[in-house]
Structures are given as C-alpha cells and as structure tokens.
C-alpha cells in the first residue's frame, strides 16, 4: 500500500504523488482511492487502491536500477532490424510504455534514437520518443535526485 505525500508511478501518465487516500461510495459500494496528483499535467486521477496493482501503480525505480536502464539505453546489440510498418510499431511501442516497466521504456527510447539515425521518423513516431524520454528523463531524476537537466545530457550523450 501507498503513503499520502509518496511518488509513484502511473503508467502512460508519468510521475504522481499520491495526496489522499479516500473512501468513496459508487453504486453502493465503498470503496478506497488513491487520489493521485500527475505533476507534469496538474491532473487528479483516482485509482481504486483494490485496482492499483493491475493498472501498473509502482514505486519509483530504485537508484539501483538507474544503472541497468543505462546499459539497456547504451545496447546496440539486442536490437532487432525493423521490418515492421510504422503503425505496428507505434501499436508495440504504446503497449510497452502503458507496461509502466521502466525498462521496456527505456528500450522504446533506445529503438526510436537508434530508428531515427536511418530514416526520419513519422509525427507518432517522434511523440512517441519524447514521451518515453520524458518519462525516462523525470523518473531518473527523482530515483537520483538530480536535475532533469543533468539527466537528459546523460541520455542525449549515449546516442550521440
């Protein structure tokens, strides 16, 4: 279970803190929320703390882990040559973002920078980067409690 005040992570949606925990009743059923507060959007979102687990409610990564979602950016090795058309690819990239894996993120990044270098890549496409980016780039920063600026210079030069 989550604290009031905790950060999470709420899959497709980024970072959230979590700013009460309420009880609510929707069709005569009580039921506990997380009220959760999105920082990026300022949006509040409830999630009933029974469903938390199957939408991907997680903790932020540890710092432990910050160095294994480097070498996932940083492997060249493991990718596989695209032969799928852009809408397909769009359809994987999204499933792995919405996962909330941190690591599945960080290889939609890695794809997509490595992509670009051979072609230019489509509108979705480049959305699709700058939101696993951003994702990547704010998680990062918190599990390190560093800058996002720092964080983002980190990652630009791994495929530079």
Known sequence: MFQVGEKIVYPGHGIGEIVSIESRTISGTSQDFYILKIIDSDMKVMVPV???HSVGLRKIT????IEKIYDILKDR????EDTQTWNRRHREYTEKI??????????VLRDLYVLKLDKDLSFGEKKMLDTARS?????????????ET??????KEIFC
Do not use: C, W
């Open 98 to 107: 919405n996962s909330g894996s941190v690591f599945e993120i960080a290889e």
């Open 62 to 65: 540890p710092q432990g882990d």
């Open 50 to 52: 029974s469903n938390s």
């Open 135 to 147: 994702l990547l780039v704010k998680e990062i920063a918190l599990a390190r409690q560093e800058t």
């Open 150 to 155: 720092k964080v983002l210079k980190e990652i």
């Open 77 to 80: 090795d493991n990718i596989v």
